[in-house]
């Protein structure tokens, strides 16, 4: 926890109320974004995400599966975070395991969408190879190198561009099998096809301070608020996921407001990762 003075508190409350939060930022701005691409050689794909002093790692590694009975279309994927007990002093010892927990469960709900597939942010489909019989499975690890607020927006753009990274050896079925059996396989070791990040959401976490909601909260803003709403939303503007913290209930009518001002965050968000993913790319390929 965050120990503040009661001047502290009202002065993170009173600046927000004003729209100029303690680092000079309005409410609705994000601190600098830097992308690292490629930081993890021995991942499929991997990528690094600071904002201000929070600072994440995602790295993406693929393996052959078969598809689960009930989808059996779809490839699988697995997402799971850990917090370095050096990101900050509340996770030391065990302390991180409960925040990797629900960062975790929050990260699935806003990608992958329901149980059923409808609405993920990572299109599953894509990564079926013979249906029913075999997919990628794409086992999704981030980890929490520093924290100072807004984790989880953080967490989804490093997944993003981890993803935007990855590289899936092309396979061909070379024989056949019968119903029951595995089909052989010839997985190259010279062609990669590149993931499709297109549909890609980013996470809009909006945390709700006094009467207003901010984006990108540090960990001092995020000690006042009453309650967070994160959403998922894809190019398109549409909403992939949704997920609310903090014990204060919300009335509808904010609700729908804040869904459309992350809309019209989201988008300005998504136009600067996608160009800063560009360049981290460009970067390392040179």
């Known amino acids: ?32 974004l830097y992308v690292e691409t490629g930081v993890i050689p021995q991942a499929n794909g991997s990528a ?6 929070t600072d994440v790692i995602a790295t993406v590694k693929a393996e052959l599966g078969k598809p689960s009975p009930s989808q059996p279309d779809k490839g699988k994927v697995f997402i799971h975070v850990d917090c370095s007990s050096t990101a900050a002093p509340m996770f030391e010892g065990r302390g991180g395991e409960e925040f990797s927990s629900e960062l975790s469960v929050a990260l699935q709900r806003c ?10 942010g990572i299109d599953r489909a ?4 013979a249906e029913g019989k075999i997919c990628w499975d794409l086992y999704v690890d981030g980890l929490v190198v520093g ?14 561009a981890a993803l935007s990274n990855t590289g899936l050896p092309r396979v061909h079925v070379t024989v056949a099998a019968p119903d029951g059996e595995q089909p ?23 945390t709700k301070v006094g009467r207003h909601y901010i984006v990108d909260a540090t960990t001092e803003e995020e000690s006042q608020m009453s309650s967070a709403i994160s959403i998922s939303i894809n190019k398109k503007g549409h909403i992939c996921g949704l997920t609310k913290r903090g ?32 360049a981290a790319e460009a970067s390392e390929a040179e």
Not at 111 to 120: E, F, I, K, W
């Open 184 to 206: 052989e396989v010839d997985v190259s070791d010279e062609e990669f096809l590149q993931f499709d990040t297109s549909g890609i959401p980013v996470i809009v976490t909006l």
């Open 147 to 160: 924290s100072d607020g807004n984790v989880l927006d953080a967490l989804g753009a490093a997944i993003k």
């Open 111 to 120: 990608l992958l969408g329901s149980n059923s597939g409808a609405g993920a």
């Open 48 to 53: 690094r995400v600071r904002m201000g002093e």
């Open 126 to 129: 894509s990564l079926c190879i």
């Open 247 to 278: 014990g204060t209930g919300l009335d509808p009518s904010v609700i729908l407001d804040m869904i459309s001002v992350a809309k019209y965050v989201g988008e300005q968000f998504m136009n600067r990762l996608d160009s800063e993913i560009a």
């Open 1 to 32: 926890m965050v120990g503040l003075s009661i001047g502290e508190k009202l002065f993170i409350q009173s600046g927000i109320a004003q729209d100029l939060r303690c680092d000079g930022r309005r409410r609705l701005t994000y601190r600098p």
